[in-house]
């Protein structure tokens, strides 16, 4: 979603002429994009805004801006603690930031180009749902991105169809739970459709899904629709009904595993990945035993998995975080080894298989391309493949990346 929100910005401040840098020496702006999800990433964010007080020793015209979740909740104190940062643009208000930066940066030299969304990349996010009312007792993002707000049907057709007139080949749509996505009489299943109608658009991917609103009308789409690429990202959180109810996630571990058989019956070539949370407050050795043996059992294509943070202001805050980190470090990486394990199994069945790629981008002769399913090809090519698709024999399978030769 960060990238989808920087990609925005990128666009709207191309068409007043701003442009990119590879060197932050040569910037007039540096705009850091921020999340609050986990304690860890606030850190990196502090330690980042920290360095920028040198660039601005170095170029004292620099102007630096911090924007998205973490501006949100510690705006006030980011701007007390870092005399460098020009400009704070909080998550809630980053539709009119390229005009706040422009105003603020730019006020001199800025000149309105007509055209919109130049930008030719065959990949591009989209979001189609902002905000969240799901209040998991972890989360702070319904917190710092506000209530959940379907974007309009007609301007997101809009939208993908001029991105498609630009060079997008493929499209992923995103939301922190697009399932729930609802504008009048069209829901997500329905937007699906509507954008994969849209001419020389080859793919659609969407994330997040949540396991309890997920229906079978898009497990049905999925299946039917040759645009919308076999992959989904469907957060478990925990294995324990114990724990996703104090977690607030509304399904159970049944359940959960009930929507994986229903998607490898209807989607057989259909790529599963999760997110899972260890050392919840409260998370017992078998409650954690429960997770793990579903990691076993579902055979995830990938995960992520994360030691709990209690964020402040959410309710599992409040609850005794008992789990020592110590504990929630060794339970994130037997989960993390498992996982590992599982997936180079998965790869490794891919050796001699032809799996139908999108070129993305190319960087001395090897293309970096997407199989269907979600993972790397890299492969030997041309600038002339770029956002085409064509047929790889996998000769070398990684965890996350697969090299082989086109056919
Ligand atoms: N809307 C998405 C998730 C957004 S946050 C969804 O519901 O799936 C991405 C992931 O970060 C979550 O799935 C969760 O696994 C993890 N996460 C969120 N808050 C966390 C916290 N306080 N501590 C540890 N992990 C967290
Ligand atoms: Fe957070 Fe839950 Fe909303 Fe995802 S669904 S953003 S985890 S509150």
Do not use: W
């Not at 939208?159 to 499209?171: D, F, H, P, Q, T």
């Amino acid at each position: 979603m960060n990238m989808c929100d920087s990609d925005m910005l990128d666009s709207v401040l191309s068409t007043y002429g701003a442009s990119k840098v590879d060197n932050l020496l040569d910037a007039d702006v540096v705009v850091l994009n921020t999340c609050s999800v986990r304690a860890q990433s606030e850190q990196k964010a502090f330690s980042y805004i920290g360095r920028t007080e040198e660039f601005k020793r170095q170029n004292p015209d620099l102007k630096i801006v911090v924007m998205g979740c973490m501006a949100e909740r510690l705006g006030c104190r980011i701007k007390k603690r870092f005399n460098s940062v020009d400009l704070i643009i909080s998550a809630k208000n980053i539709d009119n930031a390229a005009l706040k930066i422009i105003n603020s940066c730019f006020i001199n030299n800025a000149v309105k180009n007509e055209r919109f969304d130049l930008k030719s990349e065959i990949v591009r996010y989209v979001t189609i749902i902002r905000g969240c009312n799901n209040y998991c007792s972890y989360c702070i993002v319904p917190f710092v991105r506000g209530n959940e707000k379907s974007l309009d049907y007609q301007s997101l057709i809009n939208e993908c169809s001029l991105m498609v007139k630009n060079g997008a080949r493929e499209i992923m749509l995103l939301g922190q739970n697009v399932n729930s996505y609802q504008y009048g009489d069209v829901n997500f299943s329905l937007l699906l459709k509507k954008i994969a109608s849209i001419k020389n658009l080859d793919r659609i991917r969407f994330m997040t899904n949540h396991p309890k609103d997920l229906d079978d009308n898009l497990i049905n789409v999925m299946a039917a629709e040759p645009k919308v690429c076999p992959h989904i990202h469907l957060p478990m959180q925990s294995a324990s009904n114990k724990i996703l109810k104090t977690m607030n996630r509304k399904y159970t571990y049944e359940h959960y595993l009930d929507l994986i058989g229903k998607l490898r019956t209807t989607v057989p070539e259909i790529s599963i990945t999760t997110d899972i949370i260890v050392g919840f407050p409260e998370e017992t050795e078998k409650d954690f035993e429960d997770t793990l043996n579903a990691v076993r059992t579902i055979r995830f294509d990938g995960l992520y998995v994360f030691k709990y943070s209690p964020r402040h202001g959410t309710v599992a805050s409040k609850m005794a975080d008992i789990v020592t980190l110590e504990e929630k470090k060794r339970r994130h990486s037997i989960v993390l080894k498992e996982s590992n394990k599982i997936s180079v199994e998965i790869v490794s069945k891919m050796i001699g298989s032809v799996q139908k790629v999108l070129a993305e981008k190319i960087n001395n002769g090897v293309i970096e391309s997407r199989a269907r399913g979600g993972r790397k090809v890299f492969v030997k090519g041309s600038k002339d493949h770029i956002g085409k698709i064509f047929n790889v024999s996998i000769k070398t399978a990684k965890i996350n990346s697969l090299l082989g030769d086109i056919v």
